[in-house]
């Protein structure tokens, strides 16, 4: 849920007891409690008036969470945004949503039931999982990530209690209701007392534990991915052990042990995807879920690691004084502004003539943001696009979406580019609604032109 120490559960409404019959679009017996919160209950329950017929009606068994005062604002906003999170995103590694009610003296919402509880029920942290396991966590959590961040949502409270077994041998993540939308202000963020979104101890990222809300994004999440895995594959609970937790003040880089130091045959590709999730500092995480399932799937297809593409690791290479002689060259005023802000000389990339910025087919994380020079645009070996334009966006679609490329990138001449993976894209165009609205108008116009997805 939220930050543990700033909970207390709340009184149990006396409208609530085993036996009871809610009322939303069907009807729903309460039969057992699975388990109680700092905003209500959840209990297993059977729906009177299923209909097989019916591709909307919920099975007979479900999950029904049920707030524990309906006259509590904290926890009526709890609720509303699970819902709202749940009625935004949908994904097999998600639980269904079936039904709701926000009205009278027990609001609920109706959820898929997995009757064999969490990774905390079924005692996964003490006998640990072995590495397919684990490469398994990973994947449906990073898959469950990946829509919800697609949706603009974010969970923020990611840990082993939060992760359902699905009874095949997968993982489902759950509780949304504090979770929000990515790069929400932090004034909207408040309700009451309670900053939602700070996560629960040992679990939650460090930028969570300084409540520093405004930095919150999809890297946010993708710490807590990291340390449930951590902690799943070690076997040891975080919220026990917060002396393990490591801080940059000490001169530390990652967040947590690495895994090889507390499980010593630990394979040498699980340790580099779990410990890059736990950078300390969130730019150094990568930009987002689609980007780890990626390379977790590469691994799991037998083609090893790659963890970046050739363009994003020669990042940070270029020559200082270059970089400086393309932003003097700039035309547009905004892009000039941008570019000298301090640290933005980290995203320039320079491609020599011929070289490929991109292939087809590549699921593709990255927005390369033309600066200068010419690009060619191919498709089954042949030109059909030139860009030089500065300012021009390509490839922006694949990044937010996670579709394949559909054409390759190469240069014509020297070519100088920014590179954005999702999580920085998102930042530069929330933080400059100027390039938000070009952006938005460069699609709009492509899209307009033709179906053919060039450069995008």
């Keep these: 849920m939220t930050d543990d120490s700033s909970l207390q559960p709340s009184e149990e409404s006396e409208y609530v007891e085993l036996g009871n019959v809610l009322h939303a679009r069907f009807s729903y017996r309460l039969v057992e409690r699975l388990g109680k919160g700092g905003f209500g209950s959840v209990f297993l329950a059977r729906c009177l008036d299923t209909d097989p017929d019916d591709p909307t009606s919920p099975p007979e068994s479900v999950a029904i969470k049920v707030l524990g005062s309906a006259h509590d604002p904290q926890a009526r906003s709890y609720l509303k945004r699970e819902l709202a999170a749940l009625r935004t995103v949908e994904h097999d590694r998600i639980p269904k949503l079936y039904d709701w009610s926000l009205e009278g003296e027990s609001a609920f919402v109706v959820l898929e039931y997995f009757p064999d509880g969490s990774l905390v029920d079924t005692g996964a942290l ?3 999982l072995d590495e397919d396991q684990t490469w398994r966590l990973l994947s449906d959590l990073l898959s469950a990530l990946s829509a919800a961040h697609r949706a603009s949502v974010l969970h923020l409270d990611v840990k082993p209690s939060n992760v359902l077994l699905d009874g095949d041998g997968g993982y489902v993540l759950t509780d949304f209701g504090v979770s929000h939308s990515s790069r929400m202000s932090k ?8 900053a939602v979104g700070l996560g629960t101890h040992g679990y939650r990222a460090p930028e969570q534990s300084r409540q520093n809300i405004q930095s919150f994004d999809l890297r946010t999440d993708l710490w807590g991915v990291g340390a449930t895995a951590w902690a799943a594959y070690t076997g040891i609970d975080l919220n026990q052990r917060k002396d393990l937790r490591r801080k940059v003040e000490n001169g530390d880089v990652f967040g947590l042990p690495h895994l090889s130091d507390v499980h010593l045959r630990c394979p040498p590709p699980l340790e580099e995807v779990i410990m890059g999730l736990l950078y300390i500092d969130p730019s150094r995480r990568p930009g987002g879920a689609a980007e780890v399932l990626a390379r977790v799937d590469a691994i799991a297809s037998g083609f090893g690691l790659d963890s970046q593409t050739l363009a994003s690791a020669r990042r940070n290479i270029a020559d200082p004084m270059e970089i400086q002689e393309v932003i003097e060259s700039i035309v547009d005023p905004l892009w000039a502004s941008i570019c000298r802000a301090p640290g933005f000389e980290r995203y320039f990339v320079k491609f020599e003539k011929g070289e490929t910025l991109c292939g087809v087919g590549l699921q593709a994380h990255h927005t ?13 070996d042949r030109v059909v696009a030139t860009q030089d334009q500065e300012g021009n966006f390509l490839g922006a679609i694949s990044t937010l979406t996670g579709a394949p490329r559909q054409v390759t990138l190469r240069a014509d001449e020297t070519v100088w580019t920014c590179l954005f993976n999702e999580a920085e894209l998102e930042q530069l165009v929330t933080c400059n609604p100027a390039v938000a609205v070009r952006m938005i108008r460069t699609l709009a116009t492509r899209i307009a032109n033709g179906p053919s997805r060039h450069c995008d």
Excluded: A, K
Excluded at 189 to 194: E, T
Excluded at 368 to 380: A, S, Y
């Design 368 to 380: 390369f943001l033309l600066l200068r020079g010419r690009i060619l645009v191919e498709h089954d």
């Design 126 to 128: 003490e006998g640990r």
């Design 187 to 194: 004034g909207l963020l408040h309700q009451g007392q309670i």
